[in-house]
């Protein structure tokens, strides 16, 4: 399980965690979190950027 | 054809250029910097201090491969002196650079504090990575820092500067931090957390002085206090650069006005960004930017398309005391209904007949951020 953070605004999204607010259940890893999820906090789309692992 | 011409590389222009690549891989794009025009994330800036980040990491691509990315020709460390709306042209060192569509992605500038001493003049902001990069070199070896201003960029810089383990001074005129964000509760619970990391408050007190002292400077307070600090920075605030526009004839206010299609009085001249105004509302933040970047791409593509803005709860990146507030617009009725747990402030700002209107969420609470933001009004539907 790894922790990524958005190269734009810093949002960390933690695998292990997941985000259930936003139905991504807890040990999604990041590659499979569909292709049309925006980053929750700045809004850029998962293609956009490049999460970098922490 | 001409060129579409976006003045700004900043997450503005760059993000409103990729956007529109995605819609037209072929339009002639032209994006004119005054500075070197490497990608980076202006939020990262606060924040970055404590991970002992150097600009330089904290730069992506250089000016060249920005170009070849978004098959655009980008103009370093070229300033438009000028643009004429009558002749589709901006001047730039001389040169005219003729437009189809013109775009304003000028951001905004740090406000300067009125500040008498023989050293107001040392007093830095932290506006771009090149800001960054002097104040992050200034600072090696410096143990005291005092902040003038304890509004988002303020408490930001003192959570990363305590972190990085210097000694943070807060100057701030109101009684508590981010009174224009935040209701007392929530900001009491920001104040006792990074007081806790170490930051010192000194609230309902202004700076008048800076001056040199023995070691570094002495802060003069409005009360005559005097703090000793071996750097000084000013967040008290951005201004939106709107003098190139108003000098062209172009609408102004606080912001460079522009209607929800982000277009200004100047037909085919746009503006978006921290420099802008959309339909009355100055919002420097990421999530607006980014609504802005879609809507205007789609508009340059040919498809007109006004911004939507959803509720875009702004995140206060404080990791002493992580702070999520949806403004509550002045004048609206409701209340305040505030819950305090152990581990964070759920404020909720309620109106009787018309629900959730607004929040502040501080601590674990801010979590809850995404599920209450589902209940606001969109700020623009």
Redo the contacts between chains.
Sequence with gaps: MQVWTC?????IYDEMAG?P??GIVAGTRWQDIPDDWAC?????AKA?FEMVAV | MEPIVIIGSGLAGYTLARELRKLDKNVPLVIITADDGRFYSKPLLSTALAQGKTADQLAGALAPAMAEQLNAEVLVYSRVEEIDPATCNVRVAQRLIAYSKLVLALGADPMRPQLTGDAAESVMSVNDLTDYARFRERITGAQRITILGGGLIGCEFANDLSLAGHQVDIVHPALYPLDRLLPEAAAQDLQRALSKAGVTWHLGRTATAVNHAAAGYGVTLNDGTVIAADAVLAAIGLRPRVPLAQAAGIRTSRGIQVNRLLETSAAGVYAMGDCAEVAGHVLPYVLPLMAQARALAATLAGAPTEVIYPAMPVIVKTPACPIAVATVAEGLAGNWQVSCVEDGVCALFQDEKKGLLGFALTGKQAGQRQALAKQLQALLP
């Design positions: 190269v734009v605004c810093g949002f985000l607010e936003e929750p906090d700045c809004g850029v956009d």
